[in-house]
């Protein structure tokens, strides 16, 4: 392990390897973050849950990923026996956002979500910069982690995850990236959860690869998949669990935020009350910085730390009278290079850290 912000743990080998060495690295903050999540389920349930019915219920999910990633289950049965914790839960954490989507919706009525944006070509160098912030529950700031992993087969990838998950965001070598939003849909069923298709997007050689992770197959929920190149060649995939709508910045600088764009897909959003005047307010905020024609990583990670419909903005603080386990705030914020192979992150509000670099070479 490195030291830095973030944690930094260093993998490779076979996809039940790198689980076990995540989850026996980080087993304290694994075994602290699937105790909270659950908790954070129970307590919040619009549907009344206990430990059995959850792990019950939850088992056509894990089925259907095992049909479409096994590598991924096998990755984080590595975790749930590095950490030695049950595999359900394993998987139940990896499930954080395709849970809520499905029967626990109360559970994400606070989160204000994520604000993702790309530049095709950076002010000066050129370069595809990729980024977002990443907002969930205030609790899961401390379980920020960053994986260099070099598996057996298939390219290198560096990946910003949370303790417990097999990858949230990221880019690999051959210069491929992806970021994402939490979209609420109506139509979830067992499929692929969000984070499996992180990490598939980030198994592939080529953006014609990438783009098929999101779009092909049933999904578990909805969210949204920016994905890019370090050539400037950018997919903008809005998904639902059976429907998905593509979006081409056509070389501009292009974001996204919490709600479907595409007015064919709208009919399946679940409005969430409490985080759509949020979406709309950033989106609103994120269109009109992206006009400048002097973007680059810096102005870049300045917009993170946007405080525009502050406390419900890009750089989000939630409410000071919202518990933790409910307060979505900003718990990490990235700029990525992919020319450059290279993640530029801040663990927390961009207004109040800083951002370390870290390499895909180390």
């Not at 098929?212 to 578990?220: D, F, I, Q, S």
Request: with cysteine; net charge negative; hydrophobic share 40%.
């Amino acid at each position: 392990m490195n030291d830095t912000t973030i944690p930094l743990l260093n993998v490779s080998g076979t996809p039940s390897a790198i689980g076990e060495a995540h989850g026996e690295t980080f087993r304290d903050l694994v075994r602290e973050h699937i105790s909270c999540h659950r908790d954070w389920i129970f307590e919040n349930s619009a549907v009344p849950m206990d430990a059995e019915s959850l792990d019950a219920t939850w088992e056509p999910w894990v089925e259907a990923n095992r049909q479409v990633a096994p590598e991924l289950v096998e990755e984080m049965e590595g975790i749930a026996r590095g950490a030695d914790v049950p595999f359900a839960h394993v998987f139940q954490v990896n499930s954080l956002l395709d849970v809520g989507n499905l029967r626990w919706i109360d559970c994400v009525q606070q989160l204000v979500g994520c604000t993702c944006f790309v530049v095709p070509h950076e002010a000066g160098t050129g370069q595809t910069l990729l980024g977002q912030t990443y907002d969930l529950a205030a609790f899961r700031r401390r379980f920020n982690i960053v994986l260099r992993i070099r598996p057996d087969q298939g390219p290198s990838q560096l990946v910003y995850s949370l303790a417990g998950m097999v990858g949230l965001a990221g880019l690999n070598e051959h210069g491929l990236g992806i970021n994402i939003n939490y979209l609420s849909s109506k139509d979830c069923q067992p499929g692929k959860l969000h984070s499996v298709i992180v990490r598939q997007v980030l198994a592939a050689t080529n953006l014609a690869d990438a783009a098929a992770a999101p779009t092909a197959g049933t999904r578990a929920g909805g969210s949204h998949y920016l994905v890019a190149d370090d050539a400037g060649h950018v997919v903008s995939v809005e998904t639902t669990a059976e429907q998905f709508a593509l979006l081409y910045p056509d070389g501009k600088p292009y974001g996204h935020t919490n709600h479907y764009l595409s007015e064919w897909l709208q009919p399946r959003q679940v409005i969430r009350s409490t985080a759509i005047g949020s979406s709309i307010a950033r989106y609103t905020a994120l269109r009109r910085f992206l006009q400048r024609d002097d973007l680059d990583r810096d102005a870049l990670k300045a917009m993170t730390a946007d405080h525009s419909s502050y406390p419900r903005s890009i750089c989000a603080h939630g409410g000071p009278e919202e518990p933790d386990h409910l307060r979505g705030s900003t718990i990490a914020a990235m700029v990525q290079v992919l020319g450059e192979r290279s993640m530029h992150i801040c663990g927390g509000c961009a207004c109040e850290g800083e951002y370390q670099e870290i390499s895909l070479e180390g």
